[in-house]
């Protein structure tokens, strides 16, 4: 029987069918839902980590013990876990493991639109990569086949167009595979000594694995009538180019993106009179053919940035473009992301703003304290990133900005890779104001638990880390807690803060609007007669409110009625609705 699955869902369901028993990862759009789908099986043990280093560490112990194992992550998220990963290239694994990372071209939920291709290359690991559900259920279970057969981590890649679209996939049974451990100093310890022999190991391993990449049946090449080009696709711009082209032209569909299959490329370039590359972001499968001494076209015609879709590829190959309705006349307003009615960062990005506080800021919901109107934030690099800069720029400044900067940071961004920059702060004395934005949960990816909340990720209770006690325990002596809907205690303890000769850290805490358990006030109540058109409460960019006739509006379908907006009105225009109201 088949069944619609979205990529991320028909990868678990090909993990569980494999025989998959330890699952740790970190949340990343779009990678998320291959975990929460896993966690649904009960013959497998998952778990979110704190960072994806953590998760691949993780998973390749459980490798080791014997246990087939899998970690996921987003394409951000393989640059913090490519330490382990080059090194487990090296000492290979015991049970088979499996790594998938997500790629994310058009960056719609990331903040670049890097190619995890390169680093199948670079670590000397074999890549899949899925152009479907389908195929993704059965390159998970490959990947396994692959892992052990040729004593290799294997990466499987997914994009944010196949992990979110639907396809339908036949689902079988799982089967059991587990491996005894046995100690192999030689294998698993990698002092130079030992990883001096491995490295031979893996060259031959990559030979190997090339040699099967020319007749597995994941790289096929697929007929066409007319021979005057031929085009070499994989993942989603395999789909785009079968929707444009139909079987008008010879297609190669690699299954497997490294290593590649050099002989068949060579053979399928020769059988047409023009190859061209089809691919998004970069020019990987290009690059590859030339250095097989091709002549090929690929990023000449098509753009190494941003996700490609059917008109994009029939516009660049010269063909039809499909009509696809009627274009609307006059440009659509551009509407930018927000965030939500009653989030308890707005009452603080508020704060920050109205006094002229340099911000470094961090990964997560919270990013949008960048955003007009609060405008808030200085700069977003990556997880952890904010307390790092911070001291940066701080002790840079020397002195100059003491009382003027701080690091804006999430809690389950301070636990992925916050609390070593903390470390640095304490150690290294610098004078760094840290505000760490509890909203009791991971906001950004979809309500996922970490260390903090005191839930795992099956929901049950667990251990519950201490953000204060945390704090202390490096080195970090103030430390104090504010409620970020009261604007005066906030704006109270950041001004002291920063005015304090030494490091110290705000913790901002009030849980996700969003989170089920949380139990709002009634709408914040308007007042027209009262309003003065000050337009003060538009300040803070909540989209509860509205100006109409020249009057502030409250929209009763979204206010939560947290109150920060009755705070900056001097009027009365805007107030807490009373009991029976």
């Given at each position: ?5 979205l ?17 740790s ?13 896993i ?13 994806e ?32 990963l ?18 994310d071209a058009g ?7 890097q ?14 990569e ?27 890649k ?24 046995v ?20 060259e ?5 694995l ?10 096929r090449v ?8 031929g ?11 079968k ?5 008008r ?17 060579r053979d399928f370039?020769?059988?047409?009179d023009e ?26 015609l ?15 190959l ?16 551009a ?8 989030c ?18 961090d ?5 949008l ?8 934030v ?28 701080v ?17 640095n702060?304490?150690?290294?004395e610098?004078?760094a ?7 009791s ?8 638990q970490?260390?903090?909340?005191g ?17 202390h ?8 807690v ?9 704006e109270d ?39 003065r ?9 909540c ?10 509006v ?27 109201e």
């Amino acid at each position: 029987m088949k069944t619609l699955l979205l990529g991320n869902e028909a990868v678990a369901r090909g993990l569980y069918e494999a025989g998959c028993a330890f699952v740790s990862s970190y949340p990343g759009t779009p990678s998320t839902e291959i975990t929460e789908a896993i966690a649904k099986y009960r013959e497998v043990y998952a778990e979110w980590a704190p960072n994806e280093k953590v998760a691949m560490e993780a998973a390749f112990g459980a490798c080791l013990a014997g246990k087939r194992s899998f970690c996921g992550m987003k394409h951000v998220g393989l640059n913090v876990a490519a330490d382990p990963l080059f090194t487990i290239s090296y000492t290979g694994v015991n049970a088979g493991m499996v790594i998938c990372v997500a790629d994310d071209a058009g960056m719609h939920s990331s903040q670049n639109e890097q190619d995890s291709r390169h680093y199948a290359r670079a670590a000397k690991i074999p890549m899949l990569e899925p152009a479907d559900s389908a195929e993704a259920l059965a390159f998970a279970k490959l990947a396994y086949e692959l892992s052990e057969t040729y004593d290799t981590p294997v990466l499987l890649k997914m994009c944010t167009r196949v992990s979110h679209s639907q396809s339908l996939v036949a689902c079988s049974e799982r089967v059991e595979c587990v491996r005894e451990y046995v100690k192999n100093s030689q294998k698993y310890i990698m002092m130079p000594g030992n990883a001096r022999k491995r490295h031979p190991v893996v060259e031959e391993r990559t030979k190997a694995l090339t040699e099967w990449a020319e007749t597995c049946e994941i790289n096929r090449v697929e007929p066409g009538t007319d021979h005057s080009r031929g085009i070499i696709a994989s993942s989603t711009a395999y789909q785009y180019v079968k929707e444009v082209c139909g079987d008008r032209y010879p297609v190669m569909k690699l299954g497997m993106i490294w290593p590649m299959p050099d002989k068949k490329i060579r053979d399928f370039a020769a059988s047409v009179d023009e190859l061209i590359v089809v691919e998004e972001l970069d020019s990987f499968i290009e690059a590859h053919c030339k250095d097989l001494g091709l002549n090929v076209r690929g990023k000449e015609l098509f753009p190494c940035i941003d996700e490609f879709s059917q008109n994009l590829v029939a516009e660049k190959l010269g063909m039809d473009v499909p009509c696809s309705g009627a274009k609307v006349a006059d440009a659509i307003p551009a509407r930018p992301p927000v965030m939500c009615a009653g989030c308890p960062h707005r009452g603080l990005f508020y704060t920050l703003a109205k006094n002229k506080i340099t911000v470094l800021g961090d990964i997560g919901c919270y990013t949008l304290g960048a955003v007009a109107p609060l405008s808030a934030v200085d700069s977003v690099i990556c997880m952890g990133a904010s307390i790092s800069g911070t001291h940066g720029f701080t002790k840079a400044m020397e002195g100059k900005m003491d009382g003027k900067t701080v690091a804006v940071i999430g809690d389950s961004t301070f636990m992925h890779s916050g609390i070593t920059g903390l470390v640095n702060v304490a150690y290294n004395e610098s004078n760094a104001t840290i505000i760490i934005v509890d909203n009791s949960i991971t906001g950004m990816t979809g309500h996922q638990q970490n260390p903090t909340t005191g839930f795992n990720l099956k929901g049950d209770p667990c251990t519950k880390i201490d953000l204060e006690t945390l704090c202390h325990a490096v080195g970090i002596r103030r430390v104090r807690v504010v409620d970020p809907y009261d604007l005066k205690q906030t704006e109270d303890a950041i001004k002291e803060e920063l005015s304090a000769p030494e490091a110290s850290v705000i913790i901002s805490r009030r849980p996700c609007a969003l989170l089920k358990y949380v139990k709002h006030n009634k709408p914040v109540i308007a007042s027209s007669d009262k309003c003065r058109s000050c337009k003060m409460c538009m300040k803070i960019g909540c989209p509860a409110i509205a100006m109409k006739d020249g009057k502030a509006v409250i929209d009763n379908t979204l206010c939560t009625g947290c109150g920060v907006c009755t705070q900056l009105c001097h009027f009365g225009a805007l107030s807490a609705a009373k009991e029976g109201e």
